[in-house]
Protein backbone atom coordinates (compact mmCIF):
# COMPACT_ATOMS: atom_id res chain seq x y z
CA UNK A 1 0.00 0.00 0.00
CA UNK A 2 1.29 3.18 -0.90
CA UNK A 3 -0.57 5.73 2.18
CA UNK A 4 0.24 8.69 0.03
CA UNK A 5 1.49 10.97 3.08
CA UNK A 6 0.53 14.56 2.22
CA UNK A 7 2.43 15.66 4.71
CA UNK A 8 3.91 14.78 8.03
CA UNK A 9 5.07 17.01 10.94
CA UNK A 10 8.16 15.81 12.68
CA UNK A 11 7.96 15.19 16.40
CA UNK A 12 10.07 16.82 18.92
CA UNK A 13 10.43 13.09 20.61
CA UNK A 14 11.63 10.33 19.16
CA UNK A 15 9.11 7.93 20.37
CA UNK A 16 10.60 5.25 17.58
CA UNK A 17 13.78 4.85 15.85
CA UNK A 18 13.34 2.94 12.40
CA UNK A 19 13.46 -0.81 13.78
CA UNK A 20 13.07 -0.05 17.09
CA UNK A 21 12.26 -2.78 19.86
CA UNK A 22 9.22 -2.17 21.87
CA UNK A 23 9.13 -1.98 25.87
CA UNK A 24 9.40 -5.05 27.85
CA UNK A 25 5.79 -6.52 28.34
CA UNK A 26 4.64 -3.71 25.61
CA UNK A 27 2.99 -1.27 28.26
CA UNK A 28 3.79 1.60 30.25
CA UNK A 29 4.73 1.67 33.96
CA UNK A 30 1.68 3.63 34.65
CA UNK A 31 -1.43 2.27 36.63
CA UNK A 32 -4.28 0.22 34.70
CA UNK A 33 -7.28 1.41 35.52
CA UNK A 34 -11.25 0.15 35.08
CA UNK A 35 -10.31 -2.28 32.04
CA UNK A 36 -13.22 -3.68 30.02
CA UNK A 37 -13.75 -6.72 28.10
CA UNK A 38 -12.00 -9.79 27.81
CA UNK A 39 -8.36 -9.85 27.47
CA UNK A 40 -6.63 -9.75 24.12
CA UNK A 41 -5.03 -12.95 23.00
CA UNK A 42 -1.49 -11.28 21.00
CA UNK A 43 -0.46 -15.34 20.05
CA UNK A 44 -3.79 -15.74 18.90
CA UNK A 45 -3.59 -12.48 17.03
CA UNK A 46 -0.64 -13.56 15.78
CA UNK A 47 -1.47 -17.35 14.48
CA UNK A 48 -4.39 -15.26 12.83
CA UNK A 49 -1.53 -13.23 11.05
CA UNK A 50 0.51 -16.46 10.07
CA UNK A 51 -1.83 -18.12 8.96
CA UNK A 52 -2.69 -15.15 5.92
CA UNK A 53 0.93 -15.08 5.37
CA UNK A 54 1.01 -19.13 4.64
CA UNK A 55 -0.85 -18.55 1.47
CA UNK A 56 2.00 -16.16 0.07
CA UNK A 57 1.65 -12.84 -1.04
CA UNK A 58 -2.65 -12.41 -1.52
CA UNK A 59 -2.55 -10.47 -5.18
CA UNK A 60 -5.69 -9.38 -6.84
CA UNK A 61 -6.78 -12.15 -9.42
CA UNK A 62 -4.13 -14.73 -7.52
CA UNK A 63 -4.97 -18.33 -6.04
CA UNK A 64 -3.64 -17.48 -2.78
CA UNK A 65 -6.37 -14.15 -2.44
CA UNK A 66 -9.09 -16.54 -3.41
CA UNK A 67 -8.02 -19.06 -1.02
CA UNK A 68 -7.01 -16.62 1.92
CA UNK A 69 -10.52 -14.76 1.36
CA UNK A 70 -12.37 -17.91 1.52
CA UNK A 71 -10.27 -18.58 4.86
CA UNK A 72 -11.18 -14.95 6.65
CA UNK A 73 -14.62 -15.59 5.76
CA UNK A 74 -15.02 -19.09 7.26
CA UNK A 75 -13.15 -17.79 10.07
CA UNK A 76 -15.63 -15.39 11.14
CA UNK A 77 -18.48 -17.82 10.18
CA UNK A 78 -16.72 -20.04 13.03
CA UNK A 79 -17.17 -16.87 15.70
CA UNK A 80 -21.16 -16.62 14.70
CA UNK A 81 -20.48 -13.67 12.51
CA UNK A 82 -22.97 -12.90 9.52
CA UNK A 83 -20.90 -12.86 6.55
CA UNK A 84 -21.42 -10.77 3.65
CA UNK A 85 -19.26 -11.01 0.44
CA UNK A 86 -19.43 -7.71 -1.99
CA UNK A 87 -17.96 -8.96 -5.32
CA UNK A 88 -17.19 -6.39 -8.15
CA UNK A 89 -14.88 -6.59 -10.79
CA UNK A 90 -12.51 -2.93 -10.27
CA UNK A 91 -10.31 -1.37 -12.27
CA UNK A 92 -6.86 -0.88 -11.55
CA UNK A 93 -4.48 2.22 -12.30
CA UNK A 94 -3.60 0.23 -15.74
CA UNK A 95 -7.22 -0.79 -16.67
CA UNK A 96 -6.61 -4.06 -15.35
CA UNK A 97 -9.80 -5.66 -14.10
CA UNK A 98 -9.24 -7.28 -10.51
CA UNK A 99 -11.91 -9.47 -8.84
CA UNK A 100 -12.42 -7.61 -5.68
CA UNK A 101 -14.49 -9.45 -2.67
CA UNK A 102 -14.95 -7.33 0.18
CA UNK A 103 -15.82 -9.28 3.47
CA UNK A 104 -18.47 -8.16 5.82
CA UNK A 105 -18.61 -9.94 8.82
CA UNK A 106 -21.20 -9.03 11.14
CA UNK A 107 -21.83 -9.48 15.33
CA UNK A 108 -25.49 -8.79 16.39
CA UNK A 109 -26.61 -7.60 12.64
CA UNK A 110 -29.96 -7.44 14.11
CA UNK A 111 -28.77 -4.25 16.89
CA UNK A 112 -29.23 -0.75 15.82
CA UNK A 113 -26.21 0.49 17.49
CA UNK A 114 -23.16 -0.34 15.82
CA UNK A 115 -19.50 -0.03 15.41
CA UNK A 116 -17.20 -0.60 12.73
CA UNK A 117 -14.10 -2.03 12.54
CA UNK A 118 -11.99 -2.25 9.28
CA UNK A 119 -8.29 -3.58 7.52
CA UNK A 120 -7.57 -4.45 3.84
CA UNK A 121 -6.57 -7.99 3.47
CA UNK A 122 -5.15 -8.01 -0.20
CA UNK A 123 -1.41 -7.00 -0.55
CA UNK A 124 1.03 -5.51 -2.50
CA UNK A 125 1.66 -6.65 -5.78
CA UNK A 126 4.89 -4.90 -6.25
CA UNK A 127 7.77 -4.29 -3.38
CA UNK A 128 8.76 -1.11 -4.87
CA UNK A 129 9.87 0.64 -1.71
CA UNK A 130 12.21 -2.33 -1.35
CA UNK A 131 15.93 -0.84 -0.74
CA UNK A 132 17.09 -3.42 -4.06
CA UNK A 133 15.56 -2.63 -6.99
CA UNK A 134 15.76 -6.09 -8.35
CA UNK A 135 12.80 -6.76 -5.83
CA UNK A 136 10.93 -3.51 -7.05
CA UNK A 137 8.21 -6.08 -9.23
CA UNK A 138 8.41 -8.90 -6.23
CA UNK A 139 5.10 -9.31 -4.40
CA UNK A 140 4.68 -8.34 -1.29
CA UNK A 141 3.79 -11.02 1.67
CA UNK A 142 1.98 -8.18 3.61
CA UNK A 143 2.34 -9.85 7.22
CA UNK A 144 2.17 -5.92 8.50
CA UNK A 145 0.37 -4.15 5.66
CA UNK A 146 -2.69 -6.49 5.19
CA UNK A 147 -2.50 -9.93 8.19
CA UNK A 148 -1.87 -7.69 10.48
CA UNK A 149 -5.28 -5.64 11.15
CA UNK A 150 -7.37 -8.81 9.64
CA UNK A 151 -5.31 -11.07 12.49
CA UNK A 152 -6.68 -8.15 15.03
CA UNK A 153 -10.05 -8.47 13.90
CA UNK A 154 -10.07 -11.88 13.88
CA UNK A 155 -9.27 -12.13 17.39
CA UNK A 156 -11.96 -9.43 18.24
CA UNK A 157 -14.45 -11.41 16.70
CA UNK A 158 -13.19 -14.41 18.44
CA UNK A 159 -13.25 -13.03 21.89
CA UNK A 160 -16.90 -11.30 21.36
CA UNK A 161 -18.37 -14.16 20.12
CA UNK A 162 -18.60 -15.38 23.43
CA UNK A 163 -19.27 -12.39 25.30
CA UNK A 164 -22.52 -11.47 26.78
CA UNK A 165 -21.57 -7.64 28.06
CA UNK A 166 -21.31 -6.03 24.70
CA UNK A 167 -24.05 -3.82 24.51
CA UNK A 168 -23.67 -3.08 20.39
CA UNK A 169 -23.28 -4.77 17.01
CA UNK A 170 -19.89 -4.97 15.85
CA UNK A 171 -19.28 -4.65 11.75
CA UNK A 172 -15.99 -6.46 10.54
CA UNK A 173 -15.20 -5.00 6.98
CA UNK A 174 -12.42 -6.58 5.45
CA UNK A 175 -11.95 -3.92 2.09
CA UNK A 176 -9.97 -5.59 -0.87
CA UNK A 177 -8.21 -3.83 -3.64
CA UNK A 178 -6.59 -1.19 -1.41
CA UNK A 179 -3.30 -2.25 -2.85
CA UNK A 180 -3.04 -1.77 -6.51
CA UNK A 181 -2.10 1.60 -6.73
CA UNK A 182 0.92 3.45 -8.82
CA UNK A 183 4.36 1.59 -8.35
CA UNK A 184 6.70 4.17 -7.93
CA UNK A 185 8.32 2.60 -11.33
CA UNK A 186 5.40 3.21 -13.30
CA UNK A 187 4.93 5.99 -15.53
CA UNK A 188 1.45 6.25 -15.20
CA UNK A 189 -0.36 9.09 -13.07
CA UNK A 190 -1.86 9.35 -10.10
CA UNK A 191 -5.25 11.12 -9.49
CA UNK A 192 -5.30 9.90 -5.76
CA UNK A 193 -7.91 7.46 -6.11
CA UNK A 194 -5.93 4.08 -7.69
CA UNK A 195 -5.33 2.83 -3.67
CA UNK A 196 -7.87 1.97 -1.64
CA UNK A 197 -10.14 0.39 -4.40
CA UNK A 198 -12.21 -1.45 -2.47
CA UNK A 199 -13.02 0.93 0.12
CA UNK A 200 -14.04 3.50 -2.47
CA UNK A 201 -16.72 0.94 -3.75
CA UNK A 202 -18.39 0.11 -0.49
CA UNK A 203 -18.68 3.74 0.84
CA UNK A 204 -20.82 3.90 -2.55
CA UNK A 205 -22.11 0.58 -2.00
CA UNK A 206 -22.70 -0.08 1.49
CA UNK A 207 -23.63 -3.56 2.68
CA UNK A 208 -26.68 -2.41 4.53
CA UNK A 209 -28.61 1.24 2.82
CA UNK A 210 -28.40 3.38 5.18
CA UNK A 211 -25.53 1.93 7.30
CA UNK A 212 -24.89 4.52 10.08
CA UNK A 213 -22.28 3.08 12.66
CA UNK A 214 -21.38 5.29 16.01
CA UNK A 215 -18.07 4.78 14.34
CA UNK A 216 -15.44 3.46 12.87
CA UNK A 217 -11.68 2.60 13.00
CA UNK A 218 -9.29 1.71 10.33
CA UNK A 219 -6.39 -0.98 11.49
CA UNK A 220 -3.59 -0.61 9.29
CA UNK A 221 -0.55 -1.96 9.93
CA UNK A 222 -0.92 -2.28 13.59
CA UNK A 223 1.91 -5.45 14.06
CA UNK A 224 5.01 -4.12 13.00
CA UNK A 225 7.89 -3.87 15.29
CA UNK A 226 8.42 -0.22 16.97
CA UNK A 227 5.22 0.77 15.77
CA UNK A 228 3.90 3.98 17.12
CA UNK A 229 0.67 5.36 16.35
CA UNK A 230 0.31 9.04 15.84
CA UNK A 231 -2.81 10.97 15.49
CA UNK A 232 -3.65 11.05 12.00
CA UNK A 233 -4.99 14.24 10.17
CA UNK A 234 -7.97 13.36 8.23
CA UNK A 235 -8.89 11.25 11.41
CA UNK A 236 -8.03 14.17 13.40
CA UNK A 237 -10.14 16.39 10.45
CA UNK A 238 -13.33 14.00 10.24
CA UNK A 239 -13.32 12.27 13.85
CA UNK A 240 -11.91 13.65 16.69
CA UNK A 241 -13.72 12.72 19.12
CA UNK A 242 -13.19 8.93 18.17
CA UNK A 243 -9.24 9.71 18.07
CA UNK A 244 -9.87 11.29 21.69
CA UNK A 245 -11.64 8.15 22.65
CA UNK A 246 -9.14 4.89 20.82
CA UNK A 247 -6.02 7.75 23.01
CA UNK A 248 -7.78 7.66 25.66
CA UNK A 249 -8.52 3.96 25.89
CA UNK A 250 -4.71 3.09 25.55
CA UNK A 251 -3.37 5.51 27.77
CA UNK A 252 -5.90 3.99 30.52
CA UNK A 253 -4.65 0.57 29.50
CA UNK A 254 -0.96 1.47 30.08
CA UNK A 255 -0.29 1.31 26.36
CA UNK A 256 0.42 5.35 25.48
CA UNK A 257 3.69 4.54 24.47
CA UNK A 258 2.18 3.30 21.80
CA UNK A 259 -0.18 6.14 21.03
CA UNK A 260 1.34 9.35 21.95
CA UNK A 261 -0.93 12.67 21.54
CA UNK A 262 1.07 13.31 18.54
CA UNK A 263 0.17 14.38 15.67
CA UNK A 264 1.42 12.74 12.64
CA UNK A 265 0.93 12.72 8.90
CA UNK A 266 -2.28 12.98 6.54
CA UNK A 267 -2.89 9.34 5.25
CA UNK A 268 -4.91 8.61 2.22
CA UNK A 269 -6.28 5.43 3.09
CA UNK A 270 -9.72 3.12 3.12
CA UNK A 271 -11.07 6.06 5.79
CA UNK A 272 -10.95 8.73 3.52
CA UNK A 273 -13.79 7.19 1.12
CA UNK A 274 -15.47 5.57 4.45
CA UNK A 275 -15.75 9.55 5.65
CA UNK A 276 -16.01 11.45 2.53
CA UNK A 277 -18.31 9.30 0.29
CA UNK A 278 -20.07 7.33 3.07
CA UNK A 279 -20.42 9.94 6.06
CA UNK A 280 -19.15 7.87 8.81
CA UNK A 281 -16.86 9.30 11.07
CA UNK A 282 -13.81 7.05 11.38
CA UNK A 283 -10.22 7.19 12.05
CA UNK A 284 -6.93 5.10 10.80
CA UNK A 285 -4.74 3.45 13.43
CA UNK A 286 -2.00 3.73 11.28
CA UNK A 287 2.09 3.69 12.78
CA UNK A 288 4.30 6.24 11.81
CA UNK A 289 8.12 6.44 12.02
CA UNK A 290 9.43 10.06 12.14
CA UNK A 291 13.18 9.13 11.73
CA UNK A 292 13.26 5.94 9.42
CA UNK A 293 14.67 7.17 6.27
CA UNK A 294 13.22 4.16 4.55
CA UNK A 295 9.53 5.05 4.95
CA UNK A 296 7.65 7.17 7.52
CA UNK A 297 5.75 3.80 7.48
CA UNK A 298 8.97 1.63 8.92
CA UNK A 299 11.22 0.14 7.55
CA UNK A 300 9.43 -3.18 6.30
CA UNK A 301 6.52 -1.27 3.97
CA UNK A 302 6.50 -2.22 0.59
CA UNK A 303 9.56 -4.06 0.72
CA UNK A 304 10.05 -8.00 0.74
CA UNK A 305 10.64 -7.78 4.08
CA UNK A 306 7.57 -7.55 5.34
CA UNK A 307 7.02 -10.68 6.86
CA UNK A 308 6.70 -12.65 10.25
CA UNK A 309 10.20 -11.88 11.31
CA UNK A 310 9.18 -8.43 12.10
CA UNK A 311 5.73 -9.03 13.69
CA UNK A 312 5.48 -7.95 17.26
CA UNK A 313 3.27 -9.83 19.21
CA UNK A 314 3.56 -6.80 21.55
CA UNK A 315 2.24 -4.25 18.85
CA UNK A 316 -0.63 -6.79 18.70
CA UNK A 317 -1.14 -7.02 22.07
CA UNK A 318 -0.95 -2.58 22.70
CA UNK A 319 -3.73 -2.36 19.53
CA UNK A 320 -6.12 -5.24 20.15
CA UNK A 321 -6.34 -4.57 23.60
CA UNK A 322 -7.51 -0.86 23.29
CA UNK A 323 -9.79 -2.59 20.64
CA UNK A 324 -11.53 -4.15 23.01
CA UNK A 325 -11.92 -1.59 25.82
CA UNK A 326 -13.10 1.13 23.30
CA UNK A 327 -16.17 -1.46 21.91
CA UNK A 328 -16.58 -2.25 25.78
CA UNK A 329 -17.00 1.09 26.87
CA UNK A 330 -19.77 1.32 24.48
CA UNK A 331 -23.28 1.84 26.25
Known amino acids: MRKQLLLYIIISAAFCACGGKNKAGGADNNVVAEPRGPVFNADS ?105 VAVMLEVARLISSADSLAVGVDFVCFDAEDWGVPSWSDAQDDGNTFALGAQYWAANPHVKGYKPRFGVLLDMVGGEGARFYREAFSMQYAPGVVEKVWDAAALLGFGSYFPVENGGMISDDHVPVNQTAGIPTIDIIPYYPDCEASNFGPTWHTVHDDMEHIDRNTLQAVGQTIVQVLFGER
Not at 103 to 111: D, T, V
Not at 114 to 133: F, I, S
Request: aromatic residues 10%; hydrophobic residues 30%.
Open 45 to 149: AYAFCAAQCDFGPRTMNSEAHERCGAWIADRFKGYGMTVTKQEATLRGYDGTPLKSTNIIASYKPERTERVMLCAHWDTRPWADNDPDEANHRVPVLGANDGASG
